[in-house]
T-cell receptor, first 115, second 113 residues
Framework: GAGVSQSPSNKVTEKGKDVELRCDPISGHTALYWYRQSLGQGLEFLIYFQGNSAPDKSGLPSDRFSAERTGGSVSTLTIQRTQQEDSAVYLC?????????????FGPGTRLTVL | GQNIDQPTEMTATEGAIVQINCTYQTSGFNGLFWYQQHAGEAPTFLSYNVLDGLEEKGRFSSFLSRSKGYSYLLLKELQMKDSASYLCAVRDMVKAAGNKLTFGGGTRVLVKP
């Protein structure tokens, strides 16, 4: 597709359940980022992929959060044993590469609600 | 670490000018971005500054002073569709972090008729 896509657009889950969020970056973009945006807050960095490797996982808030990327394309963010504080919009972004001059293109996000 | 501050909300009249300030205190600096985000939508890129000075792009301009840790986004000839949140973001200088951005809380701009 022309842009970054994410699925699902909305996810409602019960506390304690696991969820998987998917990101399809722009074709050919080697760098991929996950961010989280809580209500009324700025974007919070979670993890960065270059190809299938994650050189920076420093933003993952706990070991319940993990992410992987396969084939240098699709990425999945998994949250285990969800808690209410995990409720947020999860945004994915991609760039052509790690060059400083590449802007990040964002997907529409997945709105996660943990009941 | 990074600390980025911007006002929470601003109100302006259609046709007027609004200036959104952003100050940052960072351990490293490798460029500053401004993004626009309409409610419920993805952020979209507006501007990028890495050197001091003013970058103009149509009705939008962005200014950077690295020595002062300061940037502003100037929106001219405001239109109703400019009502949105404007996000200031600083890029980390750490190579391993790629293009990781640290965002401010965003400034919600409300344009009134």
């Amino acid at each position: 597709g022309a842009g970054v896509s994410q699925s699902p657009s909305n996810k409602v889950t019960e506390k304690g359940k696991d969820v998987e969020l998917r990101c399809d970056p722009i074709s050919g973009h080697t760098a991929l980022y996950w961010y989280r945006q809580s209500l009324g807050q700025g974007l919070e960095f979670l993890i960065y992929f270059q190809g299938n490797s994650a050189p920076d996982k420093s933003g993952l808030p706990s070991d319940r959060f993990s992410a992987e990327r396969t084939g240098g394309s699709v990425s999945t963010l998994t949250i285990q044993r969800t808690q209410q504080e995990d409720s947020a919009v999860y945004l994915c972004a991609s760039t052509r590469g790690p060059s400083p001059y590449n802007e990040q293109f964002f997907g529409p996000g997945t709105r996660l609600t943990v009941l | 670490g990074q600390n980025i501050d911007q006002p929470t909300e601003m109100t302006a009249t259609e046709g007027a000018i609004v200036q959104i300030n952003c100050t940052y205190q960072t351990s490293g600096f490798n460029g500053l971005f401004w993004y626009q985000q309409h409610a419920g939508e993805a952020p979209t890129f507006l501007s990028y500054n890495v050197l001091d000075g003013l970058e103009e792009k149509g009705r939008f301009s962005s200014f950077l002073s690295r020595s002062k840790g300061y940037s502003y986004l100037l929106l001219k000839e405001l239109q109703m569709k400019d009502s949105a949140s404007y996000l200031c973001a600083v890029r980390d200088m750490v190579k391993a972090a790629g293009n990781k951005l640290t965002f401010g809380g965003g400034t919600r701009v409300l344009v009134k008729p």
